[in-house]
Every structure is written in C-alpha cells, then in structure tokens.
C-alpha cells in the first residue's frame, strides 16, 4: 500500500510539474513576442518585395527566385523557371511524414514538442507572386537588408564535405511544388520554425518579437 501511495505521489508530482512548466512557457512566449525588436524598421522606397506567410501554425519566408542577391534555381538545383519560394525550417520526421495534420502521429507530435531533433528545409515553388491576404504579409527591404536574410536563408542549408546542398524525398502524398533538403540547426519548443523566420526576419533588420515560438508571435508585429 505503501508503494502505491509513492507511485501516486509520483505521478502527482509530474503532472504539477508538467501543468507548471507548460504555463511558464506559454507566459514566457506572450511576454517575449510583445517585445519588438528593431522598432526602428521603415520599409523601403523601390526596394526587393519578400512575403512572409502563415499557415495558422507555421510560418514561411518567400524569396522572388531570381535575384542579384542569389538565383535560387541554381542553388536549389531545381530546372522548372519560378517566379517566388517558400522557406521553411523544422522538424525533419513531422516535415517528411506530415503532409496533413491526418497523418500526424502521437509519437512524431511528442518527439517534436520534448526532444531536440534533427532538422530540415522545405521549399514550396510559385509560379507568380503571392497575393497579399490575412495570412500573406509583403515586406520591402533595401539592397542591404534583403541580402541579410537571402544569405540567413541559404546558410541554414546543410551541405556535405562538396559544398552541395542535401536533398531528401519525402512522402509521395506531398506536391511536386516541394522539394526538402537536410538544414543545420536542431529542432525544439524553444527553437521552433517560427524562432528560425524570426531570427531571420531579425538580423535582416526587420521589426519582430524578440521571441517567437508561433506563428501569431511572427505575424503580430508584421500586422502593426
């Protein structure tokens, strides 16, 4: 009886500790996202057009695909001519085997959330210009600040011992639009693919929350 009571106690104490931490986290995330940084941020007169988008849960970064800053075809060894790609970055194993929130799997979902995993890009092609919309957010940047995050973008690709970008199939539920490659970085709840389109959209210059765990805390100062 006398270990029973333990196991409880035990059990007690986890879920206590589990409620608190979750609660910490989550007012530690309101906090940080209403603190902007880069408050200074005007966008520019005639500069390079990017769209930050959302899908209620992950953010994206959208780059025209052919610039004097890099020509993402070539980089991304795709030969189909596109006008615009969407950059995201995040767990490798929910990116691969999670087309839909309907093949979400409990043990993906909980090595996403409580375990630093192994990372990964997807890029999404355009065909033309996305539209503006709730969920479709332009930015103008300066020749200097959009060279800022082209290079953040690119950098966050993980390359082999030939300087070659890693390409990786996913599951044939997913579009011929996406194409996915190895990324550097480690996946977390403290460093999730919104943190990586804020950190971006940071040392770009750009106004954003000083943290952003999600997608709302990307999107709030875009909206302002």
């Not at 029973?4 to 986290?25: A, C, D, H, P, T």
């Not at 970085?185 to 460093?191: A, D, E, L, M, Q």
Request: glycine residues 4%.
């Amino acid at each position: 009886m006398k270990k029973i009571k333990e196991v409880f106690k035990i059990i007690y104490r986890s879920i206590v500790y589990l409620v608190i931490g979750v609660l910490l986290y989550l007012f530690f995330a309101v906090l940080l996202a209403i603190i902007p940084v880069n408050s200074e941020f005007i966008e520019s007169d005639g500069g390079t057009e990017i769209f930050i988008s959302t899908n209620g849960v992950h953010t994206n970064i959208i780059l025209p695909a052919k610039t004097n800053a890099i020509k993402w075809n070539d980089f991304l060894e795709i030969k189909e001519n596109y006008e615009y790609f969407a950059f995201g970055w995040g767990d490798k194993e929910f990116y691969l085997n999670t087309p839909s929130w309907d093949d979400l799997k409990i043990s993906t979902a909980f090595k996403a959330a409580f375990l630093p995993t192994q990372t990964i890009m997807q890029v999404y092609s355009y065909n033309s210009k996305p539209k503006e919309s709730e969920r479709v957010i332009k930015i103008i940047l300066n020749d200097k600040q959009f060279l800022k995050i082209c290079n953040y973008v690119a950098q966050s690709f993980k390359q082999n011992g030939k300087n070659q970008i890693v390409k990786v199939s996913p599951s044939n539920k997913y579009s011929f639009k996406e194409k996915f490659y190895l990324a550097n970085g480690t996946y977390s709840i403290f460093n999730t693919c919104n943190n990586w389109v804020n950190t971006g959209l940071k040392q770009a210059g750009v106004k954003n929350a000083l943290w952003a765990p999600f997608d709302k805390s990307v999107m709030y100062h875009l909206r302002k």
